[in-house]
């Protein structure tokens, strides 16, 4: 880590709402806190996505940031919690990926579970048409376009991280709605 101001003066200033403090925090801490994640996680991109969700949440909860004895190590350890949920959350979601897959398989073709099946994808639909216009956009080019992520970043102007970052909040935001129908969400999703 490289260290331009002292720690505490810099967390304190973050406290406060001084953007170019906090810039200066994420300059200071992003290089560490990557190779850290991505040792966790095996994947950079997941890391990345962590990192900058990390960080989004600090500047949000600016005012209710604790004080802090150690910077870097309260930067570790809410970043290895957030790493731990992300594990656990790709764990269930493969889990019920697995599971749903299974009683598709052993499922009758049945009309009834077609037409039950076209209601529910439906209502799936009508759920990503309510995300903001350039995250549905996002989302729809790579979901049901399967399109790269640099493929949809080139074609809307945006950067890459931009593009994880709406389609990763639209995947947050579905599964909040359709929490109540895990296993048909993750199968339509996957």
């Known amino acids: 880590m490289r260290q331009l101001v002292q720690p505490d003066t810099l967390w304190e200033k973050v406290r406060q709402g001084h953007s170019t403090a906090f810039r200066t925090l994420f300059d200071t801490y992003w290089e560490e ?4 994640a991505v040792r966790v996680l095996k994947d950079g991109s997941a890391a990345q996505d962590a990192i900058q969700c990390l960080f989004v949440h600090l500047w949000e909860s600016h005012t209710d940031l604790p004080h802090v004895t150690s910077v870097p190590a309260y930067l570790r350890a809410a970043l290895r919690n957030r790493l731990l949920n992300a594990i656990r959350d790709e764990q ?18 049945s009309l009834l579970d077609t037409i ?11 759920s990503i048409d309510q995300l903001p216009d350039r995250m549905k956009t996002a989302f729809y080019m790579h979901r049901i376009q399967h399109l790269t992520v640099a493929e949809i970043a080139q074609r809307l102007g945006s ?10 909040t639209a995947l947050r935001r579905i599964r909040v709605q359709w929490h109540v129908l895990p296993f048909l969400l993750l199968y339509i999703l996957n």
């Not at 806190?33 to 850290?36: A, D, G, M, N, R």
């Not at 269930?92 to 073709?109: I, K, P, R």
């Not at 039950?116 to 009508?126: D, I, K, N, P, Y």
């Not at 950067?159 to 990763?168: D, K, P, Y």
């Open 159 to 168: 950067s890459e991280q931009t593009i994880r970052n709406q389609i990763n």
């Open 116 to 126: 039950h099946f076209r209601e529910t994808e439906s209502a799936l639909l009508r």
């Open 33 to 36: 806190l990557y190779h850290y």
């Open 92 to 109: 269930l979601y493969q889990q019920h990926v697995g599971q749903f897959g299974e009683a598709v398989a052993s499922a009758d073709n």
